[in-house]
Structures are given as C-alpha cells and as structure tokens.
C-alpha cells in the first residue's frame, strides 16, 4: 500500500498562530518518519485551492483557536468530502464553549466549579462595578476570569485581590465578548490527554503543572517557565479516578481521536473539570507530547496511527 498523503493544517489568523505554527511543523515531522508523504498548508484564502491541488487522503488539522477549535473549518472539510483528524463540528463546537462543555459534564457525573458566563453587554447595562462586586460576593477569593471561548490560557487571570477583577475583566475582553467567572479550585493542576489508537480509547499518562506564577501562556510555551511530571504525582487510586473523569469527559463531549483533559485534583482527590482542547498542542512544551512519551510511545507512532484511524 502506498504511504498516505496527509495536509497537515498549521497557522490560521487566530491569536494562537504562532503555536499552531510551532505544532504544525512537529506532526510533519513525526509523520514524515512514519512514512506519510506530507504537506503543511495555512489555513488562508488559498487553502481550499491547494487542497483541491494536492488532494489528500487525510487532512491532519492542527489549527488552534477558533479557526481550528470552534467546528467552522471542519464543517468545510465535511463538505469537500475528506477525511480529517480529530473530533466533528458539533463535538468541537461543544468544547470550544467553556460554560457549555462545563454543563456537558457535569451532567456526566464530573466534577466542575461554580462559575457565571458574563458577557460585556452585562457590564455595560447593568453597571461594571455593581456586577464585579455581585462576582467576588458569590465567589469569593481567588477568583478565576478567562474567555468562554478560547486557548492557551490567552486572556485568562487568578485574581487574588479586588481591586484586580476589573482589569483581568478587561483583559479577558480582549479575546472574546463573555468572560467566565469562577470558583478558584485549590488543588494540583494536571493534563489527561485520550487518543484512539486502532479503535481503542486510551487515556495517557496525567501531566501535572507547576508553575509558580500560573501556568498562563508564557508558561505554557516558554521552556523552563513551568515545571513537570509525567505521571503526575498522584496516588494509584486517585490517578485512576482522573483517568476516569478524562475518559468520561472525551466520551460525553463527543470527542474523536485526540483530546485534552485539563483537571484540578482537589486535596481530597476529587478531580475537577476545567476544559477539554479538541485540538491539544504538540509544540516542544506542549503536554500532549509529554504524554506519549511517559506512556512509553514515540509521537510518529501516535500520529500514524490517528492518520489510519482517521483513514479507516
């Protein structure tokens, strides 16, 4: 059989370009060792014409923010007929929502923390500062805000202090018209990532994040500002339950392929659900990466085998 031809998507004009950049050229990579016959394509104005040249078996997407994340661009490869990587529109537009992915869940039986959704229009209508002090009265403090919508912890603060909430509010309109407001969840923060792999849901190894200024988007992508473990350092019991509440969110979200899981452990092992990605980084710190490694895999090997899934 000859080795597949595979597009794989990096880029987009989202906030996220650069990341996606940076994953885009390591599923290439990977998948070129494998094998595959590839090539990387932005998702621009010329990226229907050059599908249509080049003619793939598999479009890989690797496309972060909304134009990889909010369903729209797998709509467009639904209608060109191809086959892609990862989950469908519906399941990625349920993720993509953060307060609806968060009901989604909890009425699976995980865990989540009390949170409001405000979008700007309450703010103006209603008065900011009265709404702010409606917010830290129900939460408390720390509070969480970050976009409803939204990657890469771009936009999203712990607020420690009161007189902090307006300018994270502010900064969280920066990405989006709805900011989440939440329950801080004290606990030990990890990353469950799930791939199928031959027909098989498998959930990897926990990541666990530290990283004492929070892991935000500087964190996130500049090596040596947070710090790893993979595993995580959880009991067996307790890991067993976080595999379970990824496992659990993936399936009810209607994932497919490849996600990540992102959980608080609370102190008494209660894992809490924050987010899943439907399209999880793979850039040299990202966390999907950092799993298939402690699971004893080799990335080429787990991309390959999303491209057969995908193919079949």
């Given at each position: 059989m000859s080795a597949p031809r595979v597009a794989v998507l990096a880029g987009g004009l989202s906030h996220e370009r650069d990341v996606s950049l940076r994953s885009g050229a390591r599923v290439a990579q990977a998948l070129r060792v494998s094998g595959c016959e590839v090539v990387v394509l932005d998702a621009d104005a010329q990226l229907l014409p050059r599908l249509a040249q080049e003619a793939p078996d598999v479009v890989f997407?690797?496309?972060h923010g909304a134009v990889g994340e909010d369903g729209a661009l797998r709509d467009v490869l639904e209608l060109l007929g191809l086959r892609y990587v990862g989950s469908r529109p519906g399941a990625c537009r349920t993720a993509w929502d953060k307060p609806v992915a968060a009901g989604v869940v909890a009425a699976a039986g995980v865990a989540v923390p009390g949170e409001v959704a405000l979008p700007h229009a309450t703010f103006r209508d209603l008065g900011a500062h009265a709404v702010l002090a409606a917010a830290v009265s129900w939460a408390g403090l720390p509070l969480v805000v970050k976009p409803a919508r939204g990657g890469s912890a771009l936009g999203v603060s712990v607020v420690r202090e009161e007189r902090d909430l307006a300018r994270a509010v502010a900064e969280c309109f920066a990405y989006g018209d709805t900011a989440?407001?939440?329950?801080?969840v004290a606990g030990t923060e990890v990353a469950v990532s799930v791939v199928?792999?031959?027909?098989?849901l498998?959930?990897?190894?926990?990541v666990e994040v530290v990283a004492d200024g929070g892991y935000d988007h500087e964190a996130r992508y500049t090596a040596g500002r947070a710090e790893f473990f993979t595993?995580?350092?959880?009991?067996?019991?307790?890991?067993?339950?976080?595999?379970?509440?990824?496992?659990t969110a993936h399936t009810?979200?209607?994932?497919?392929?490849?996600?990540?899981?992102d959980l608080v452990v609370r102190e008494d092992g209660e894992p809490v659900f924050l987010e899943a990605n439907a399209a999880p980084g793979t850039t040299e710190t990202s966390l999907l990466p950092q799993a298939v490694a402690a699971a004893g895999m080799e990335p080429d090997t787990v991309y390959r085998a999303l491209v057969d899934g995908a193919l079949r």
């Amino acid at each position: 059989m000859s080795a597949p031809r595979v597009a794989v998507l990096a880029g987009g004009l989202s906030h996220e370009r650069d990341v996606s950049l940076r994953s885009g050229a390591r599923v290439a990579q990977a998948l070129r060792v494998s094998g595959c016959e590839v090539v990387v394509l932005d998702a621009d104005a010329q990226l229907l014409p050059r599908l249509a040249q080049e003619a793939p078996d598999v479009v890989f997407p690797v496309l972060h923010g909304a134009v990889g994340e909010d369903g729209a661009l797998r709509d467009v490869l639904e209608l060109l007929g191809l086959r892609y990587v990862g989950s469908r529109p519906g399941a990625c537009r349920t993720a993509w929502d953060k307060p609806v992915a968060a009901g989604v869940v909890a009425a699976a039986g995980v865990a989540v923390p009390g949170e409001v959704a405000l979008p700007h229009a309450t703010f103006r209508d209603l008065g900011a500062h009265a709404v702010l002090a409606a917010a830290v009265s129900w939460a408390g403090l720390p509070l969480v805000v970050k976009p409803a919508r939204g990657g890469s912890a771009l936009g999203v603060s712990v607020v420690r202090e009161e007189r902090d909430l307006a300018r994270a509010v502010a900064e969280c309109f920066a990405y989006g018209d709805t900011a989440v407001v939440q329950r801080h969840v004290a606990g030990t923060e990890v990353a469950v990532s799930v791939v199928e792999l031959a027909g098989e849901l498998r959930v990897l190894p926990a990541v666990e994040v530290v990283a004492d200024g929070g892991y935000d988007h500087e964190a996130r992508y500049t090596a040596g500002r947070a710090e790893f473990f993979t595993p995580a350092r959880l009991p067996e019991s307790v890991a067993q339950r976080v595999a379970d509440a990824a496992r659990t969110a993936h399936t009810a979200l209607g994932l497919r392929h490849l996600s990540r899981v992102d959980l608080v452990v609370r102190e008494d092992g209660e894992p809490v659900f924050l987010e899943a990605n439907a399209a999880p980084g793979t850039t040299e710190t990202s966390l999907l990466p950092q799993a298939v490694a402690a699971a004893g895999m080799e990335p080429d090997t787990v991309y390959r085998a999303l491209v057969d899934g995908a193919l079949r």
